[in-house]
C-alpha cells in the first residue's frame, strides 16, 4: 500500500469509528473468518472493514462515508446464501446488522411483526408463536438466516404453497438508500395503492438498491394441528395428481409439498442410518413429504388419514408414514432437510435451485441426465425440493471430472432450464455465481430495464457491486 492510500484508509477507519464507537468496527487481518467465505466455500474476500451498526441512523451514516470514499459496502446477513451474493469485496466495507436484531412489536390485533433486520428468522418465529400467533416463513437456514437476508433474498421455504414467499408477508419496510438516506413506511396495511410499491422493488434486491434496517411482517393466526406424512408414488403424474387432490381434500390447509426423487432418499436416508431408521423401505420413484397445518383438533388427524387412505386405494400413494409425535414429525423432516455430511463422498457437488411450471419439470428432469450424461459419463444426479412451487433443487456430482468452479455444469443445468422457460434461480438468487447465467433466464430488455433502476438508485454502484446486475 503507497503511504497516501494508508492515510485514506485511517481517515476511512476514524470516519467509521467516530460513527458507531471503535469497538463496533474492524479492519483488515481483524475480521473474523467468518465475514471472509461464503458458506459453499467458493468465494474467498478480503473486506477492508467489518462495521457493525447498532440503528438505522448509524446504517445511514456508514452508508454515507463509504459513499464519499468511493467504497463498496456490501450487507452480511446471516450468511447462508448459496450464490456469493453476501461476499464483500476485497477492499470495501462489509455490513453485519446482527447487533440490529430486536423485536420492536408484535400486534395481535393488526396481526403483524416489526422487527429488525438482524433479528435472526427462528428467533422471530419463536417470539411471534409465544404470542400465539404464526409468522409462516420457514428455511432449512431457520436458525442463522436474518429477516434482512430473507427481504434481501426473497426467501421462499417450505410452506410457498399456502403463505407465499417473502414478498407475500411484507408490509411495511425501513431503508438506507445508497447516498445514505433513509426511506421508512413501516406500515400495518395490507392494502396501499398510493402510488409506487417502492418496497417490492427491495424485496429480493439482494442488497443492490438499499439496505433493509426494518420491516413490519404479516403474522397469521396459529395453527392449532399439525399432520405430517411420507408418501411413496410410482409416476410424476401421480405427485402433481395427489397435490391437486390435497389441496382441495384439506380445504386449502395444504402447507408443505416436499418431493424427492427415489435416488435423494435413498442417499439421505443412508446416510442417516446412525441417528434413526429410515422412514420408509427405498425402491419407489418418489416420496412426497406432505404436511397440513389445521385448525380443528377433534377431526384434523381423522381425516388426514381417511384422504391418503383414499389416496392409497386410488392407486396414486402407493405407501404412507403418519407422524403419531413431534419427534416423528421431526424425523420425517430431517430426510428433507438434514442434508449436510450426505453428500460429502460425492464431493465436489454442484447444487441448484431452479423453477419451472410443474407441467415441463419430468421433461426437465430427462433432459437433464441426458445432457449431463453426454458431457460427463456416470455423473449423479439428485433431484428433490419445494415442487408444489415449480421449485427444483438438484445436486450433481461428476466427481474428478468437474474442473475449475464446475461452471461448464452450471451452463449444461441452466441451458437446460432455458428450453423449457423456466428460472434459473428460484428462490436463493443470483448473487455472484449466477450473473454470468442470467442472461439465459431474463431477455435483453429485461436486463436493460434492470441496469436502469440500479443506476437510478445506485449512480456510483457501491450497493453491493458484481452482483444481479452486471454494469
Ligand atoms: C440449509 C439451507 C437451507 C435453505 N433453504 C432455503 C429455502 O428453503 N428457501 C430459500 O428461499 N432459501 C433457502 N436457503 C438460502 C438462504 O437461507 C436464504 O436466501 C436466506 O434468506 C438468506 O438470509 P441470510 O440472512 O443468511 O442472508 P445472507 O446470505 O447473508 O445474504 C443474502 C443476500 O442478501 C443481502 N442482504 C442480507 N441482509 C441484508 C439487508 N439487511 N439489507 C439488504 N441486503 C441484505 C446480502 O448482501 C446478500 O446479497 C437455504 C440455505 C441453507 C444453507
Given at each position: 500500500m503507497s503511504d497516501a492510500s494508508v492515510i485514506a484508509s485511517q481517515r476511512v477507519q476514524d470516519e467509521l469509528v467516530a460513527a458507531i464507537g471503535a469497538q463496533h468496527i474492524a479492519a483488515g487481518e481483524e475480521i473474523g473468518e467468518r465475514y471472509r467465505v461464503d458458506i459453499i466455500g467458493k468465494y474467498r474476500t478480503a473486506p477492508a472493514f467489518l462495521a457493525k451498526p447498532a440503528t438505522t441512523g448509524e446504517v445511514a451514516a456508514l452508508v454515507r462515508i463509504a459513499a464519499a470514499h468511493g467504497l463498496p459496502i456490501t450487507t452480511v446477513g446471516g450468511q447462508t446464501g448459496t450464490c456469493g451474493g453476501a461476499v464483500a469485496q476485497d477492499g470495501g466495507i462489509a455490513l453485519s446488522?446482527?447487533?440490529?436484531?430486536?423485536?420492536?412489536e408484535i400486534d395481535t390485533t393488526s396481526m403483524t411483526l416489526t422487527v429488525e433486520a438482524g433479528c435472526i428468522l427462528q428467533i422471530a418465529q419463536e417470539a411471534v408463536e409465544e404470542q400465539g400467533a404464526f409468522l409462516p416463513l420457514d428455511l432449512g437456514s431457520r436458525g442463522s438466516a436474518m429477516i434482512g437476508g430473507c427481504i434481501a433474498a426473497n426467501s421462499g421455504g417450505n410452506r410457498v404453497l399456502r403463505w407465499g414467499m417473502m414478498r407475500d408477508m411484507v408490509v411495511g419496510l425501513e431503508v438506507v438508500l445508497a447516498d445514505g438516506s433513509i426511506v421508512s413506511s413501516l406500515t400495518k396495511m395490507i392494502k396501499d395503492n398510493a402510488g409506487y410499491h417502492w418496497k417490492e422493488l427491495m424485496i429480493g434486491s439482494e442488497g443492490t438498491l438499499g439496505v433493509v434496517t426494518k420491516a413490519v411482517l404479516r403474522l397469521r393466526p396459529n395453527p392449532l394441528t399439525n399432520q405430517t406424512a411420507l408418501v411413496a408414488l410410482p409416476s410424476f403424474d401421480m405427485v402433481t395428481r395427489l397435490l391437486r387432490d390435497l389441496e382441495v381434500r384439506l380445504s386449502g390447509q395444504l402447507s408443505s409439498f416436499e418431493v424427492m426423487w427415489g435416488a435423494f432418499f435413498e442417499l439421505i436416508s443412508t446416510a442417516q442410518l446412525a441417528q434413526r431408521p429410515r422412514p420408509m423401505a427405498l425402491g419407489h420413484p418418489f416420496y412426497v413429504l406432505v404436511e397440513r397445518l389445521g385448525g380443528d383438533p377433534l377431526v384434523d388427524g381423522e381425516q388426514f388419514e381417511r384422504v391418503l387412505a383414499d389416496q392409497i386405494e386410488a392407486g396414486v400413494i402407493l405407501d404412507a408414514v403418519i407422524a403419531k409425535s413431534e419427534k416423528e414429525r421431526a424425523a420425517l423432516w430431517a430426510v428433507r432437510e438434514e442434508l449436510r455430511g450426505a453428500f460429502d463422498p460425492l464431493q465436489p457437488c454442484s447444487v441448484y435451485d431452479v423453477s419451472m411450471g410443474l407441467i415441463d419439470m419430468p421433461q426437465f428432469v430427462t433432459r437433464v441426465e441426458r445432457n449431463l450424461e453426454a458431457a460427463f459419463p456416470g455423473a449423479k444426479l439428485f433431484f428433490y425440493g419445494h415442487a408444489g412451487d415449480g421449485n427444483l433443487h438438484l445436486v450433481v456430482s461428476v466427481g474428478k471430472e468437474r474442473t475449475g468452479d464446475g461452471s461448464q455444469i452450471d451452463r449444461i443445468v441452466y441451458e437446460t432450464v432455458q428450453t423449457v422457460n423456466g428460472s434459473i434461480a428460484a428462490e436463493h438468487g443470483i448473487g455472484m455465481s449466477r450473473l454470468p447465467f442470467i442472461g439465459l433466464t431474463r431477455s435483453e430488455a429485461e436486463l436493460a430495464l434492470m441496469a436502469r433502476l440500479k443506476q437510478a438508485l445506485d449512480p456510483h454502484g457501491l450497493l453491493n457491486p458484481g452482483k444481479v446486475v452486471a454494469l
Open positions: 446488522l446482527e447487533r440490529m436484531n430486536r423485536i420492536a
